[in-house]
């Protein structure tokens, strides 16, 4: 990045870097987040959770537990009006009333008056279990038929069979999300036999609605407000306290506060599906690629959650951004006992993409080809088709994308003066045992897509309601704001329709109509787009108005800085005293587009609503011995249709890309038998200050036709293909395969012997089938055999 | 449970007493001075030690709040980052420079990284980027992947000459 | 005393403190808090009772003496990097600037790390090197004696209930000194293993710490015979076939663990290399 893209708080309107709304309460800790919530009278929940993957209970006794002084509350499985919920299918109790089924589920719930109290009163319950053995590989799941979702489809002629061939089994391991804040809100009765909950969520709509229906109460009794969210990453889709604080506040009839701990956050929340992905790819001696074939396979919690949309993003993304004119392409996602799977970002297309780019990897190397050149030899372009049917109709710069970034300056050697190195530098930091002579320099160059915007069907929509007074306007618009800067863009976008400067957002809650949800890097184009929409009908609403008023033809009359001005451009008279003290108002609706299931063959919608596009090129030092890594530097080049905000635009390619390295480098949340085995930040590590790479990012940016900003969702690609970047440039460095992120430093110095390789699990809980010892599957079958 | 594990105390906090009553022993200072005494601008993130969310200067010394036991700073100079704050609402140039530099997004991991920027200046005027990734190891943040906290510390510093 | 509670003490002399611990024998010692508060707070373990020992000044001091650098208990580690007497003991020096985070550094105390006796302790193999003696006190009496009889095993010590520990001797050693260091990432703690060599010119030999390799911090013994022999003294050099068998047999001689962060094959292997490496730099700086 450079030091001239800095924000202001005075610049206007799209294109600008306006300063955050909210970045003066931050900088001072004045901001409220969910965790910091506190109110007069408020009693402490506390969750008793199962310590084992799958067990019978036998027996809950809360009495003990109840007796306690200071206790107000003590419930279990019974208490719940509608014991089962989900964001999708209502599969999962809210709490455990016959099987648990993961470590950590939640099995019964407490508020007392002190965090304390909370903690001994939960831990005093009385449970017995029966343990039962836990499904903890993937391939067993496929095998027993615990399957969440099977995908199977092919394209073009799948016997087709390219004179090249390459193949490869690519594995990605479970990351955590790990924001900052971790999972906390307040649960408060409102009164009048409904009840409040504020805490940290992406989407207000779909907890309201999860919540009600397990208290068995309408919406309407029901109002979820977000508050302050430190980060979310897909992470805050999962509820995981909300139901529980709801329950415990309308029986104690006070408010309620749930505060997870970091090891409890590592158990309560959903994270990224571990994959295991065999892919080959076909192509001509040229590298033009002929066909794709892969079997995909996504380990998903025990209940269904949203597994099925994160198989279906894998097995359509895992073509890359390639023309590929045949496709033979089956994919599960599997039940096991290891935990709860959920959206993440870049939410099941990361591991497609890696998979793909791994083993374009290796057919460049067959072809002794140029990472870059195979990949722009096979840019798929606008009016081709994708393996999944769909046309791709709009602006497709990957070629473009994929030469601008191989331009980009690449970063210099490291001094050859020892001396002059400073150890942040090296592989391994300070006090690593490395040196010049150890090191050696590898660049990696990947290319990916991501689908923006929920896909398969799945309904996309948002409202907006703006209201102008006094040349100010106020927007509310339930669309929920985690860090991404939401409330900066939409601010700008009402600034430019309108032509003013002062305009603010609300908080946000279910009192509004529904917005989407922060998912699928859809906010702008989604939410965005219906304020834009609303904004429009309210300047001609208020222009009508003007008109009318001075007895104007309405069709001279323009907004602009904050003045009514005419064709010429001369101002009228500002935008404040026309409105003579009225309130303006404009709701409106967007819906994107329909989109189809991918095996609905009738349907001639896309599969996707639109697809966004990047390249990154990522330049690592490499103690190849000891396996320890400095990422030097990342390159991103990412088509992002027209900048709202630059400086956020650049923020979310430079957050994304180190995201997505520590999952290339080092985040592996393993289990073994069921029991997370590092469910903290003493074991699981997230990148540091020193492990970030300097990082450049370029913008492509052609507007994309459907909105009429011409923007596009950019929140996800960086972290998509920021694993597959890294991977690829260590393969450069040491030559070795590295079938599996993260490449931990004794995957990169290669030192995996029989025993050990069994503890360095790869999906979690696939002990026996370490990535260097699986064999090849046999062609006809892939490689696993399915009962679906 | 016996009631001998709750103690009262006074803690100087941002100059002033504040007086803490009934907490348990084993109260870290965080906890304390978020929930007991409302300072919630120090932030809770993994209680420990891990992600410097909750920073606080101590003596002056910057140090994880999660890790104090509450009780054992009775006597020293709390600082948080309310009494860091310029009082008239207004952003130092620390902070200043945060803000510009789109340092922050979720912004949770902010007031940490002010707490423990603002000692590390401090002890580091004019410092290169170097000694700011190596000074600065002891704070996480997740959204913004640190390029631009680096710079924001870096001018900040640079601004002191 | 500043505070006096059934379950808190926060004492100002290590008599108060041995006092204290006669009367709550179930209360834990507790100095910079940096692994106790933590472990505390991530439910690792239940306290009863807390003796603080932060305040206690006599901890606090670094001073040299005619045996070694005295370092207090109470030290932390952030002083090991700005005490002009460290210059003294350059090793600690190093370790210090790689260990934990700003933060840490600033609480955590030698006392603490060398009384945990963990394995994966930065000061330890540092300590081991140095042939540091550790110096303890209960209502008995003082004791002190070397860091290798010191440390038993994963956590335990041969400090018993009632003693404190008061400091550490650490001698001065003319020669190279350094530590190394692997980890899962490029910063903040997780030794996943490490290791501490001092060459002592005056006697002619190389002593080599190692951590995270075994069941404690432990002295790589056999590779150090081997490599005080094979060393050419006279000329101060080490050939690369001589450091690569020191380094193998410090590997072949640990006994490191598999966990969450690495595997043994891979703790082993990188003994190893780091072995190898700091012999080599330790002798080519020579010339
Ligand atoms: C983020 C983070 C990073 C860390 N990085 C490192 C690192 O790089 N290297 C490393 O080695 N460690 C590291 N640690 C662990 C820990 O900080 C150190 O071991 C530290 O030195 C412990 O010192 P303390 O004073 O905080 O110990 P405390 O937590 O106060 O005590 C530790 C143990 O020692 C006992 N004890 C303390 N003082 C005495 C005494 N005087 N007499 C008898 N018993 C005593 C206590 O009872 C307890 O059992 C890290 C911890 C954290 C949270
Ligand atoms: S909350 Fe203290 S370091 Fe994370
Ligand atoms: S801004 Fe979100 S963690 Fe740093």
Redesign the interface.
Known sequence: MTSSQTTDPNVTGIGTSRQRPDAVAKARGEFEYATDLLEKDMLWGATRRSPHPYARIKKVNLNRAKEMPGVHAVLGAWDVPDNRFGAINNDQPVLVDDYARYVGEPIAIVAAEDPELARRAANAIEIEYEPLVPIIDPLDALAKGKIHRHVKYSFGDPTVVGEIQVEGEYFTARQDHSFMAPDAGMARPDGHGGVEIIGATQWVHADRFQIAASLGLPEEKVLVVNSGVGGAFGGRVSMTWQIHGALLAMHTNRPVKFLYSRKEAFHARYHRHPSRIWIRHHATKEGKLLKVEAKVLYEGGPYSHTSAAGIGNGCTLIQGPYNIPNADIEGWAVATNNGMCGPLRGFGVLQGVFACESNLDKLARKLNMDPAKLRAVNAIKRGDQWIFRQIQDRPTPVQEIIEKCSAMPLPPDLPSDEGKIHPVHLPGGIASPTGKKYIKRGIGFTSAVKNVCLSEGAPVNATAMITLRDGAAVIECAAAEVGQGFVTIACQIVQTVLGISEVRIERVDTSMPAAATTDGSQQTVTSGTAVQVAAQTLKERFLKFVAREHNLDVNTLDMKDNFVIDKTGKKFTSIAEAGMGLIFRATEKFSQRNTRPIDDMESNDPVHVTLGFSANRCVVDVDTELGLVKVVQMDVVQDVGRVVNPVQAHGQIEGGAVQGMGLGLMEHLKAEDGHLLNPDWRGYHIPTIVDAPTINSEFVSYPEPGYHFGWKGIAELPHVQAPASVLAALRNATGLELPMAPATPEYVANVLDDNEAMAMNVASGDKKRGPWKVPPPPPQTGPWVSDA | ??T??R?D?TLKINGKPYKVENA?????LL?VL??RL?L??????????????C?VHIDG????S????A??A??CEIT???GY?NQD?T?NRL??S?????A????????GF?M?AAK?IEENPNC?E?Q????????????????????AIK?AAEVRK | MIIQSPFLAVVESINEALDTKQKRPSSRFISGGTEVIADQNLGLLEPEGYISLRRIKELHTIEPKSDGLYIGAGVVVAQLLDDKAMAQVILLKKAARAFGTRQVRNRATVGGNIASGLPDRTLLPCLLALEATVHLQSAKGKRSLPIKDFLIEPGKTAISKDEILTGTTVPYVKGFQEYYMVGPRNAQFFVTACLALVVDEANKNVRLGLGNAGPTAMRAKEAEEYANNAIDWKKQTVDETIAIKFGEIAAENCSPVSDAAASAAYRRHAIKVMSKRILLRAFERKQ
């Open positions: 449970m016996s001998d594990e103690i105390y348990f022993y084993s109260e870290n906890h978020r929930y409302g919630t601008g120090t932030k809770y993130g993994c209680e420990h030690g891990q992600c410097g969310a920073t010394k910057a140090v994880c999660c890790m104090e036991l009780a054992c009775v006597g948080t980052i309310e704050n609402g952003l902070q200043e945060f803000v510009k530099h789109a922050l997004q979720c912004g949770y991991c902010t007031p002010i423990s590390f290169t170097d700011v990734r190596e000074g600065m190891d002891g704070n996480l943040c997740r959204c913004t992947g640190y390029n631009r906290i680096i710079e001018e």
